[in-house]
């Protein structure tokens, strides 16, 4: 009964690879090297597009801050009419005169701060003013002032503006970074998936040759069977093995088609367009010696792994917030001046003469001071910044212990993969040697077909444990540049962030 399932699996199994073979045939090949899916990958990756608006939004937010040192010019225009009717005194006996006064006030302006934390103010004011409450009937009041005011204490070596215009650049500089890293991260999935694609191609070849040799072997027993020289167990032990290579090859191409959608999925933003494509990677597996040093590892993986730099720039960050929580602890201590020129006469010319001449000079200068009794709020936010900032260098320790962990065991993986290539490609020569011999003591009668099916299964599992070796130890390579930082370089990349 048990094989009798086999059978007709094995069946079902020749059904279900023949339409496979016949939808890849017509499938569009397209050879691709790594460096072409790395490209790729950084054209389209939505992960790389999405994480690029970060330094363009920092970008943004800088210059809006730079706004704050733009000045503000308003004008202002108002006219104003105003009467009283005469009215008797009954206790002077007299009657009061009728009141009626007509101005005009005009009043242009230019306000800002530099980035000292200087305010100023230049202005200049029109009146014009007419009636019978006015002396000659008409007055023209110009002036012509600038107030100015330094802090000297609290805000003088940094304020809100400065301290958010400094904290905006380290927020570009942690963005900037935080592309390079998701960068890093699509190339080295690129690279994890390539050879991943690479090892399930070769391995559907592997098992294509375990069923040509159980196919070859179920044959040869079949004809030994009807000759009477070998029993019908070892056929059925032949059919056995083969329904079960037919199964592994029905795995391994459902593992292929698995693989090649991952890489297509990290290379395209329109992954419809390559439902009709077979990738054809261009590379080999190939062991290439490498010498792995600790020490220099360790030393590149500390100055050149983004995600170290941003919490490196995010300590600067919190050191700007610190400074400026610092100086709001000091009192408001502010330099203040001004000084104008006022004009007074029936005429308008007259009155900007006034003007010219410094004829009623106005200045006046002094300092400003206020403190606030508790001051609580100011060091409270003081203090709370402070334990942050302590907070940030301590997960900023724990980086660092994790990055020269993750090297050492990436260098420890890349030694090991490379040793296991050299003994799988020796486990699969032995398995290739003892299959053949075993095989000839079959044909002389001096061994049995289950041993046989068991060195060929033993042959299946080497080759396939060789091309594994070899793509581990290139994908133990890559996540070792990922780990030093040093991906941009493995791959020959220049990248701009900007």
């Not at 991943?196 to 040509?212: M, P, S, T, Y």
């Not at 009709?276 to 600790?294: C, G, M, R, S, T």
């Not at 020129?341 to 000079?361: A, K, M, V, Y």
Request: hydrophobic share 40%; net charge neutral.
């Amino acid at each position: 009964m048990c094989f009798k399932k086999i059978i007709f699996a094995a069946a079902l199994g020749v059904f279900a690879i023949a339409p496979f073979q016949a939808q890849t045939q017509t499938n569009q090949i397209r050879p691709l090297t790594l460096e072409e899916a790395i490209q790729l990958a950084l054209q389209n990756n939505l992960d790389v597009q999405i994480e690029r608006f970060g330094p363009q939004i920092a970008q943004f937010n800088i210059s809006g801050v730079y706004g704050a040192y733009d000045p503000t010019f308003g004008v202002r225009a108002i006219k104003s009419y105003r009467s009283s009717e005469g009215r008797f005194d009954p206790v002077s006996g007299l009657q009061a005169t009728a009141n009626e006064t007509d101005r005009e006030f005009y009043d242009v302006g230019l306000a800002g701060a530099l980035p000292t934390g200087l305010t100023y103010d230049f202005g200049g004011i029109m009146d014009r003013s007419s009636g019978n409450t006015v002396q000659g009937g008409v007055q023209y009041a110009p002036t012509a002032s600038v107030d100015l005011a330094q802090p000297l204490l609290r805000n003088f070596w940094i304020d809100a503006t400065r301290q958010a215009i400094w904290v905006n650049r380290k927020t570009l500089e942690i963005s900037e970074l935080a592309v390079q890293t998701r960068i890093m991260e699509v190339v080295n999935r690129v690279e994890q998936a390539y050879y991943d694609l690479i090892f399930a191609i070769e391995n559907v070849r592997v098992q294509e040759k375990a069923l040509e040799l159980a196919d070859r072997l179920l044959s040869e027993n079949k004809r030994r069977v009807e000759v009477g020289a070998l029993a019908p167990l070892d056929e059925k032990q032949a059919e056995a093995q083969a329904a079960a290579s037919r199964a592994e090859l029905l795995s391994a191409r459902r593992e292929l088609q698995a693989q090649e959608n991952l890489l297509k999925g990290l290379m395209t933003v329109s992954y419809s367009d390559w439902q009709k494509v077979d990738i054809q990677p261009l590379e080999k597996l190939i062991a290439i010696p490498q010498k792995f040093n600790l020490l220099e590892s360790w030393q590149k993986g500390m100055a050149l792994r983004p995600d170290l730099l941003q919490a490196r720039v995010d300590i600067e960050r919190r050191d700007i917030i610190l400074r400026y929580e610092h100086n709001q602890l000091f009192p408001q201590l502010d330099l203040v001046g001004s000084y104008g020129r006022n004009g007074l006469d029936r005429h308008f010319g007259g009155s900007l003469e006034d003007i010219r001449n410094e004829t009623s000079p106005a200045y006046s200068y002094g300092v400003v001071f206020s403190i606030p009794l508790s001051n609580r709020g100011p060091r409270s936010r003081y203090r709370a910044t402070k334990a942050e900032k302590e907070q940030t260098l301590l997960v900023l320790k724990r980086l660092e212990q994790g990055i020269l962990m993750e090297i050492e065991n990436a260098v420890d993986l890349a030694r090991t993969n490379f040793e296991r290539v050299d003994a799988t490609k020796q486990a699969r020569l032995y398995a290739e040697a003892a299959l053949e011999a075993e095989q000839k003591k079959l044909e002389n009668g001096k061994s049995t077909s289950f041993v046989v099916l068991q060195l060929q299964r033993d042959l299946t599992t080497a080759r396939s444990e060789e091309i594994r070796a070899l793509a581990d130890y290139n994908k133990a390579l890559a996540q070792l540049a990922f780990f030093e930082g040093t991906v941009f370089e493995r791959n020959n990349l220049t990248i701009n962030v900007k």
